[in-house]
């Protein structure tokens, strides 16, 4: 079967990782339907990804948690990628807002996929390197984090979080269920792969978002370089992988058969750093960029993250610190002129 008589599902294309996702398997040929939240973002995603308007489709699924939410979506389909998840402006329940949520919009593709179709082999789920870590053990200098460790956080300690741990619990416990449902529910006749990046930055996907409507991570960039900064904020993350890595990730690991985790991680990450990189190479937002302590990174030793299976089942070859973070800044000034020329 060539790819272009293969339809896949993608939830969650018009996000930051979403559209590139959707974007890498248009390029390779495959059929796309997407799903979004409202039809504003379904006509969106169609404008951006005009170029394969022959290969794409889209579909409202207003909430993702609702039971059946997806089983018209996943009919006809012959592979399945889940991105979407749950989205709240405001966590103040996290069994209600975070953890119910997460588990309940995994389990229910997965099981409109055992009930509505049964030509998928695949299916491909967006997890996180916070599934892995235990960050209740801070930077743990010497521990190398790799696929078979996961988070200690339990359902009970991340109901019960009032730390800020509750997100990472709840990315645990969806990605436990998934893995659940595919070893234990009756009828599944698809393997499973997660995909679990650490921080990811990179350029937005162009058309794609404008400078009012940036994502946490792209805010947490754009902040160092909009003047709104005296000083460089610590970085509480130190480790990254470029979005159009983990999106060719989502590709790869779609077009393998093994039922494996894939841990992404192209290396360091440290604010301090990023705005060394932009003070020097970007000399026109100079002004606007914090000085801090150049040269010293604010995060000390800490933990190292395996990324050999990656690596060796995918054959990705991840884009540096420096190709990320300007394509990215540089992505930023062309959305701030783009807004410059439309107020003219």
């Not at 009032?162 to 969806?174: D, H, P, R, T, V």
Request: negative net charge; aromatic residues 8%; charged residues 20%.
């Amino acid at each position: 079967m060539s790819n272009a008589s293969k339809l896949i599902l993608i939830t969650g294309g018009t996000g930051f990782i979403g559209n590139h996702t959707v974007s890498q398997f248009l390029s390779k040929g495959y059929r796309v339907r997407a799903t979004a939240r409202n039809q504003d973002a379904c006509n969106s995603l169609l404008s951006v990804h005009s170029g394969h308007r022959d290969l794409l489709e889209t579909q409202v699924v207003a909430d993702i948690t609702r039971p059946g939410a997806f089983d018209t979506a996943v009919k006809d389909v012959d592979g399945i990628v889940h991105m979407a998840s749950p989205f709240t402006d405001k966590i103040t329940d996290n069994e209600r807002d975070l953890i119910l949520p997460a588990i309940n919009g995994t389990k229910e593709i997965l099981q409109s996929t055992v009930s509505f179709a049964p030509k998928v082999k695949r299916v491909v789920l967006t997890s996180s390197f916070a599934a892995i870590a235990d960050f209740s053990k801070g930077l743990r200098p010497g521990h190398v984090y790799e696929e078979s460790q996961w988070s200690p956080l339990t359902y009970q300690a991340t109901k019960d979080d009032k730390i800020g741990l509750a997100y990472a619990g709840s990315k645990k416990l969806a990605e436990e269920a998934a893995w659940q449902f595919v070893e234990t529910s009756p009828g599944v006749n698809f393997s499973l792969a997660t995909v679990n990046p650490t921080m990811v930055y990179g350029p937005a996907f162009p058309g794609s978002t404008s400078i009012k409507n940036l994502g946490q991570s792209m805010s947490d960039i754009y902040a160092l370089m909009d003047a709104s900064l005296t000083e460089v904020p610590p970085t509480l993350l130190p480790s990254f992988v470029d979005v159009r890595d983990v999106a060719r990730a989502h590709l790869l690991a779609f077009e393998t058969d093994q039922p494996q985790r894939f841990l992404l991680s192209a290396g360091d990450f440290d604010k301090q750093n990023v705005c060394d990189l932009l003070r020097d190479q970007i000399p026109e937002l100079k002004s606007r960029v914090p000085v801090g302590n150049p040269g010293k990174p604010s995060v000390g030793e800490h933990y190292e993250i395996d990324c050999s299976r990656v690596r060796s089942v995918l054959g990705i070859e991840f884009q540096s610190f420096n190709e990320t973070l300007l394509d990215m800044v540089r992505a930023f000034m062309e959305m701030e002129n783009a807004e410059k020329e439309s107020s003219l």
